[in-house]
């Protein structure tokens, strides 16, 4: 049951243009939504956050927009950089529940110059 | 900056043996929650613990695993008796009161033979 789901297994971007990391998710009780970018060998480390009475959240090169009606929300990072190539993972909860993140099968950013 | 840390980074064991994964989660941390990561798949929450008792778990978190806090900094997940599909990178995460953002450690690498 893939409650939170990222359909680009790997993405390749150019040094500087803008890269745009996209996550579905099917339960409507979900209210808070993460995204996390991990390297090889490395725990996941906390990106961005945005809570559901919000449609965008931004802080710095990255910014988080949220689709509520479509289940949608999606990572941009704005320009990218060679050190932005990692795995990153979009995750969800629900304020009901907040035990615990559901992760989605994550997407592989690579930036090239 | 405040961690979460996690021993061993590695640990290679025979079927049948019992594990011990040891976590320090950040000291002001109440939640403390363990996941699991097979290699080339998506994080998965396996359990969650908060004022000395399991919160939640998954299904994946049957008889062979237990968790404890022996003490006021230490946090542990125990497999009772390994099997091969237990091989995986164990991580372990907090977080605060007052935030959802969970924090990872580095993750503990098991390969049981």
């Known amino acids: 049951d893939q409650q939170v789901k990222q359909n680009s297994p790997s993405l390749s971007v150019q040094e500087g243009r803008i890269s745009i990391l996209n996550c579905d998710y099917t339960n409507s009780m979900f209210d808070y939504f993460l995204w996390y970018k991990k390297y090889p060998a490395e725990g996941p480390t906390f990106l961005i956050s945005?809570?559901?009475?919000?449609d965008k959240n931004e802080d710095g090169r990255f910014t988080v927009f949220l689709n509520k009606s479509a289940k949608h929300l999606s990572l941009h990072i704005v320009p990218s950089q060679p050190g932005d190539s990692a795995v990153y993972f979009c995750a969800a909860s629900s304020t009901y529940n907040t035990d615990k993140l559901i992760f989605g099968t994550g997407t592989r950013l690579q930036v090239f110059p | 900056e405040p961690e979460v840390t996690q021993t061993p980074s590695h640990q290679v064991t025979q079927m049948g043996q019992e594990v011990i994964l040891r976590c320090v989660p950040i000291?002001?941390?109440?939640?403390f929650y363990w996941y699991r990561q097979i290699l080339g798949q998506k994080v998965e929450f396996l359990v969650s613990f908060y004022n000395n008792e399991i919160s939640e778990k998954s299904e994946i978190f049957d008889d062979q695993f237990s968790v404890e806090r022996p003490d006021g900094s230490n946090f542990t997940l125990k497999i009772r008796s390994t099997k091969l599909e237990d091989s995986a990178m164990y991580f372990c995460?907090?977080?605060?009161?007052?935030?959802?953002?969970?924090?990872f450690g580095e993750g503990s690498r098991l390969t049981v033979l």
């Open positions: 000291s002001n941390h109440l939640y």
């Open positions: 995460a907090s977080r605060g009161r007052s935030t959802g953002e969970l924090f």
């Open positions: 945005i809570s559901s009475i919000k």
